[in-house]
């Protein structure tokens, strides 16, 4: 593997990760690298710090030769804003693919990036999140990097952002929470939306009455035959008001 540049924002890698396999790396491009310092913050911070994530995030400019570190250019064809130039990506490339790598260009013109994704991302050894800005990266950095590396264009959902990076913080703590080691009680990861293919149930806490609302009676019953079934009932009710796309057609079983 070819080392990051020394300009590297981040941490090295190179700690433990007691009891689990390698960390997975995590390569990040974008021009505004500061976005990413709430990586340090919360179960990513302490990952990062434990070891279990080896995060490492790049400044596309770092890449670039000219006194103004230029990244993009007026887009060929004619048009409206600025497209960002190949030749930066290609080097920022070159420093960071490894073997094992993935390659994430978030998009509002990608495939929809879905919790079943977000395990499969959790189970590589490399992900790089290329972060685009203005109308775009060239299209021929996209094209040039699936010559080489398995290639995703992601989208967080059906609008516009301002660029890749709220995108890619998002997929970053998807998938890393689902990595081994990064979630202290893996358990809690179960009973979630989307991981049984339906949102997840309400949720309450003591006191059993607050403000005059109460705690459904069945969840301070002791019955867990109950409480289970209670809650198996609930996550249909809210998917059906909700979300009902994500049901399957009436007859077929979940
Ligand atoms: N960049 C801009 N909008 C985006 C979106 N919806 N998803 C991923 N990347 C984006």
């Known amino acids: 593997m070819i080392a990051a540049p020394a300009e590297s924002w981040g941490r090295d890698g190179g700690a ?26 919360s179960l990513l911070g302490k990952a990062r710090q434990s070891g279990a994530l080896d995060i490492r995030v790049h400044d596309l400019r770092e890449f670039t030769h000219d006194r103004h570190r230029t990244v993009d250019d007026t887009p060929s064809g004619g048009g409206a804003g600025m497209v960002m130039k190949p030749e930066p990506w290609g080097e920022a490339l070159d420093a960071i693919l490894t073997d094992g790598s993935i390659v994430i260009f978030p998009t509002p013109a990608g495939e929809l990036f879905t919790q079943s994704r977000a395990r499969d991302l959790s189970t590589r050894e490399h992900l790089v999140f290329c972060c685009g800005r203005y109308e775009g990266i060239d299209q021929r950095v996209i094209d040039h990097t699936r010559s080489r590396a398995e290639v995703l264009e992601l989208s967080l959902g059906d609008y516009v952002l301002n660029g890749g990076e709220v995108a890619a913080m998002a997929m970053i703590e998807a998938a890393g929470r689902l990595v081994p080691g990064v979630v202290g009680n893996p358990e809690s990861l179960v009973e979630e939306s989307h991981e049984d293919g339906l949102l997840e149930y309400p ?22 035959a109950a409480i289970a079934a209670w809650r198996r009932e609930q996550q249909y009710e809210r998917t059906k008001r909700m979300r009902p796309e994500l049901l399957p057609p009436a007859g077929d079983a979940l």
Not at 16 to 41: K, N
Not at 210 to 223: F, I
């Open 203 to 224: 949720s309450y806490t003591k006191p059993a009455v607050w403000r005059g609302l109460e705690t459904p009676a069945v969840l301070l019953s002791g019955n867990h």
């Open 16 to 41: 433990t990760h007691p009891g689990y396999a390698e960390p997975v790396r995590i390569d990040v491009v974008t021009i505004f690298p500061e976005f990413f310092a709430v990586l340090d913050v």
